[in-house]
């Protein structure tokens, strides 16, 4: 069974802390993704990665960098949170089109 | 203009009523088309693909309009467990564009 985890369901920091987002995917997949989704604006991409030491810049990656050392795992790091990153961070693999994501870290920087 | 755009809603029908979603698209260039689930506090999940000849399963079916530039979602016979959030996702040079999907409420 297909299955991409992330580190934690749920985390609080405090404005200035690095924070760092993992995911781990198990299906050997090239493609990975991260993406924040709130409410009226939908999922939007942060940074993806079409393979190992590859990133890309999604439509949103001020403020965050990702690392990608190995090819089942995908980090996502802000180097200094700020309250608007507070969110919903989804990580997602995908073979071909389809994408599979992870449960979500719900993010909240106080 | 968001490069998927979709009726927010909420949707809120009677069980076994038939429901349609709409989503428009701007980029003409947009070369597939899907349509993902996501249930409430969780992750998205793939519900179909979309092809230009329309495709269905089950109580599911999926249409295209490229003339148009949009695709619709249909859903008959609603159950209780059809209630969740329907994102219609376009893809352009093999990135997903989401839209922030429409959100459907079966009652009994």
């Known amino acids: 069974d297909v299955k991409v985890t992330q580190s934690s369901r749920y985390l609080v920091k405090r404005t200035g802390e690095k924070v760092f987002l993992e995911c781990v995917q198990d299906m050997d997949h090239e493609n990975m993704f991260w993406y924040r989704q709130d409410p009226g604006l939908g999922l939007r991409l942060i940074y993806f990665s079409y393979d190992v030491k590859m990133k890309e810049k999604g439509d949103i990656p001020e403020g965050y960098s990702v690392s990608r050392e190995k090819k089942e795992r995908f980090s996502l790091i802000l180097e200094s949170a700020s309250t608007n990153q507070t969110s919903m961070y989804l990580c997602a693999s995908s073979h071909y089109n389809e994408q599979f994501f992870g449960p979500g870290t719900r993010l909240t920087v106080l | 203009r968001k490069e998927v755009e979709q009726d927010p809603g909420p949707f809120n029908v009677p069980e076994g009523a038939t429901v349609a979603f709409n989503c428009t698209y701007s980029?003409?260039?947009?070369?597939?088309f899907f349509w993902y689930r996501q249930d409430c506090r969780k992750e998205p999940k793939l519900l179909m693909s979309v092809y230009s000849s329309g495709n269905e399963d089950g109580r599911f079916t999926a249409q295209l309009n490229r003339a148009s530039q949009y695709i619709s979602l249909l859903i008959r016979d609603s159950k209780l467990s059809d209630s969740a959030t329907y994102l219609c996702v376009g893809v352009n040079t093999d990135k997903l564009i989401f839209g922030t999907g429409t959100r459907l409420q079966v009652f009994p």
């Open positions: 980029n003409s260039a947009s070369q597939s």
